[in-house]
């Protein structure tokens, strides 16, 4: 089956790959990075989306102050406002149409830097604290939409392989309406790597 597909930005390395394996299984992918953008592209598909696939552009790494060495925070707080500005905006434009899709999916790509308690970076804390908000973001609208079934998948690519970004946003979790509501990982918001290994936030 053929789905709809919006990334927000292909400024990303992991993004451009998964777009491209996306759409090479036959999948409808486009993309906008604003909502005037995200208005011309449902004025041409319709009114319902299968998934939207967020993430933030990739580092330029200009900014190499370590904590050691003192840190620019004027840098780190332009660097951060750029890349995180816009998501939470953007994946909420969305919400109408993911309302009429077939998934009502809402994907994250990011790396094992994100997280907060295992990441060992010393330098480009601005592209680190983007990755934060974008992590945030992704909770409140877990918080905000799951009750109306959508679901979510944030997904790490590892670098020793697994699992592609593109097998993981269509992957189907744990769901028995029967059982438990926290046995279930659709219930739960999970960072996983390629080899479905959770990585703390």
Not at 150 to 165: H, L, N, Q, V, W
């Amino acid at each position: 089956m053929a789905y709809s597909i919006l990334f927000n930005t292909l400024e990303n390395e992991v993004a451009r790959r998964t777009c491209e394996e996306l759409r090479a299984e036959g999948h409808k992918v486009y993309m906008a990075a604003t909502q005037e953008a995200l208005e011309e592209v449902m004025s041409t598909i319709g009114d319902s989306l299968d998934m939207v696939v967020l993430s933030i552009a990739d580092s330029t790494q200009t900014d190499h102050h370590t904590i050691r060495t003192g840190l620019d925070m004027d840098a780190i707080l332009d660097v951060a406002s750029e890349k995180a500005a816009g998501i939470l905006t953007m994946a909420k434009a969305t919400i109408p149409y993911l309302r009429n899709g077939k998934r009502k999916r809402i994907a994250l790509l990011t790396d094992e830097t994100a997280s907060i308690r295992e990441s060992r970076e010393e330098s480009d804390y601005g592209y680190h604290m983007s990755q934060a908000a974008a992590d945030m973001v992704m909770k409140i609208l877990f918080n905000t939409y799951r009750p109306e079934g959508f679901t979510f998948r944030c997904f790490a690519e590892s670098p020793k392989g697994g699992m592609s970004a593109a097998e993981y946003l269509l992957t189907e979790q744990s769901y028995i309406e029967t059982d438990d509501y926290i046995h279930s990982d659709e219930n739960r918001l999970v960072l996983r790597d390629g080899f479905l290994r959770e990585i703390t936030w």
